[in-house]
């Protein structure tokens, strides 16, 4: 598979932690709703070789399937000259659709380490059970973009911004900072990410890997609210301050510095050109908006909702996005999902669907 840029950092890359690894003696005081997030995580289990037909292809020209007018240069001085030339333009969607799934990628291993930190970190044991069923969700993600990245044929390293939210998100020693990072911010952007790309794609393939990850992805963020709300009630003002300007700084971060910068760059294309004009297009500003449709809610939720966090999302025009019914998002995720599943639609099958959608509808 071609790599379109030379990664910086190597083969590989090691963040130096320092955090404790905690046991617990009660095995016996679970929170029911943990645990039956828990076992939900233990039920719900898919596998990519059987639940995704492999043999259907993409064509790499095309990998989305989505109208140009969506790529973020579409009208540029750059789309000028390049917009009748098709075998350029079949190299910039193939690229489009690489870097795009190459960071989901990058950013589901980064869940993976992240979940298994927290099965080490947290405190109580019901939370550790949970954390070790999404460490094995994470893992299937990592396994089920890679083969559809084998598809579409580029690869992009790591962003260098996603991989500075990780680095902070890792260094961390505290056990919640691992959770708000992860669990609330880089999940919640990612959901965000995953769900407008699910509703634009009209190619099969991928619309079924990102409609089946986010069906995970519910679980998790859910996971990441009811741990953060018991830990957030108690809060010292001084902690509760030190996380939501945690908060407000990773938030800018994605908003305003999360860029293609390096695809423009493989591509060869005028960077100025190409950067200047996504940043201004109305479609980028709306899609940039829409990342947060997630994350705004949850913070909320959780209790980070001080003067900060709330002038920080009005001046990013976003604060809207706290009515947002989480829930009922994730039951329309769930019922997307099965409805996407072509296997053996049986009886077992159907009563399965129908006890999925309940489940998304009262986590
Ligand atoms: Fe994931
Ligand atoms: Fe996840």
């Known amino acids: 598979m071609e790599s379109a840029a030379e990664n910086p950092a190597g083969r590989g890359w090691e963040v130096p932690a320092e955090h404790a690894a905690r046991f617990s003696w009660e095995y016996d005081s679970g929170r029911s709703r943990l645990l039956s997030l828990y076992q939900k995580?233990?039920?719900?289990?898919?596998?990519?070789?059987?639940?995704?037909?492999?043999?259907?292809?993409?064509?790499?020209?095309?990998?989305?399937?989505?109208?140009?007018?969506?790529?973020?240069?579409?009208?540029?001085r750059t789309w000028d000259r390049i917009g009748r030339d098709e075998q350029e333009l079949r190299r910039a969607r193939q690229h489009f659709a690489g870097w795009q799934f190459s960071q989901f990628l990058h950013g589901e291993q980064g869940a993976l380490i992240t979940t298994a930190r927290i099965v080490e970190s947290v405190p109580d044991l019901d939370s550790k059970f949970y954390a070790a069923t999404q460490t094995m969700d994470e893992a299937r993600h990592v396994e089920t973009f890679t083969k559809l990245l084998d598809q579409v044929g580029v690869t992009y390293p790591i962003n260098p911004q996603l991989q500075e939210l990780l680095n902070q998100t890792l260094r961390d020693s505290r056990w919640d900072m691992a959770y708000l990072g992860m669990q609330v911010l880089i999940e919640g952007?990612?959901?965000?990410?995953?769900?407008?790309?699910?509703?634009?794609?009209?190619?099969?393939?991928?619309?079924?890997?990102?409609?089946?990850?986010?069906?995970?992805?519910?679980?998790?963020?859910?996971?990441?609210?009811?741990?953060?709300?018991?830990?957030?009630?108690?809060?010292?003002?001084?902690?509760?301050?030190?996380?939501?300007?945690?908060?407000?700084?990773?938030?800018?971060l994605m908003r305003d510095r999360l860029r293609q910068r390096e695809m423009w760059e493989a591509l060869d294309y005028d960077v100025a050109d190409c950067m200047e004009y996504a940043e201004n297009s109305p479609a980028w500003q709306f899609y940039r908006n829409s990342l947060f449709t997630r994350?705004?809610?949850?913070?909320?939720?959780?209790?980070?909702?001080?003067?900060?966090?709330?002038?920080?999302y009005a001046d990013m025009g976003v604060l809207d996005y706290a009515g947002v019914n989480i829930e009922g998002l994730m039951a329309q995720d769930e019922v997307i999902a099965e409805s996407l599943d072509t296997r053996q639609a049986d009886g077992a099958r159907v009563?399965?669907?129908e006890e999925t959608i309940a489940v998304g509808v009262s986590v």
Request: proline letters at 5%; hydrophobic letters at 45%; a negative charge.
């Open 41 to 76: 995580g233990k039920d719900k289990q898919w596998d990519a070789t059987e639940r995704i037909d492999w043999s259907q292809t993409i064509d790499p020209g095309n990998p989305l399937g989505v109208p140009d007018e969506l790529l973020p240069i579409y009208g540029s």
């Open 351 to 353: 009563a399965e669907v």
């Open 295 to 312: 994350i705004v809610p949850c913070i909320r939720d959780i209790g980070l909702w001080g003067d900060t966090v709330q002038k920080a």
């Open 189 to 252: 952007l990612a959901l965000a990410a995953f769900g407008t790309l699910r509703e634009l794609c009209q190619t099969q393939l991928p619309k079924q890997v990102l409609a089946f990850v986010m069906q995970d992805e519910a679980r998790h963020v859910a996971f990441g609210r009811l741990a953060l709300k018991d830990a957030y009630a108690d809060l010292t003002a001084a902690e509760r301050a030190d996380r939501e300007e945690f908060v407000v700084e990773a938030c800018y």
